[in-house]
Nanobody, 124 residues
Framework: QVQLVESGGGLVQAGGSLRLSCAAS????????MGWFRQAPGKEREFVGT????????FYTDSVKGRFTISRDNAKNTVYLQMNSPKPEDTAVYYC?????????????????WGQGTQVTVSS
């Protein structure tokens, strides 16, 4: 069992920066690939990016490449989403999730554990 708690959301101006954190319980955090997803009002939850167990590999959806960065600190059981130059269209509830899968990691159904989400609002 892994419990995930996101924090760091809030209101940010377009072009600014914001860092989300996701703290995980348990001693097996490093055995999970971690992902970030988001859900805007009236839209389906979508994949944002993922990071491998060691933190050595990341993968992002095209719309955030070059602006968002995922990192993790396995000693602190925490994964981060650094949002640089956010845009109004990045406004959403952001969720972190954990999976033991190593493939198809952009698919929601592959993730076993989810946080409660944190709201990010980007003003223009």
């Amino acid at each position: 069992q892994v419990q995930l708690v996101e924090s760091g959301g809030g209101l940010v101006q377009a072009g600014g920066s914001l860092r989300l954190s996701c703290a995980a319980s348990g001693r097996t955090f490093s055995s999970y690939r971690m992902g970030w997803f988001r859900q805007a009002p009236g839209k389906e939850r979508e994949f944002v990016g993922t990071i491998s167990r060691s933190g050595g590999t990341t993968f992002y959806t095209d719309s955030v490449k070059g602006r968002f960065t995922i990192s993790r600190d396995n000693a602190k059981n925490t994964v981060y989403l650094q949002m640089n130059s956010p845009k109004p269209e990045d406004t959403a509830v952001y969720y972190c999730a954990a999976t033991t899968w190593s493939s198809d990691y952009s698919r929601l159904g592959k993730y076993d554990y989810w946080g409660q989400g944190t709201q990010v609002t980007v003003s223009s």
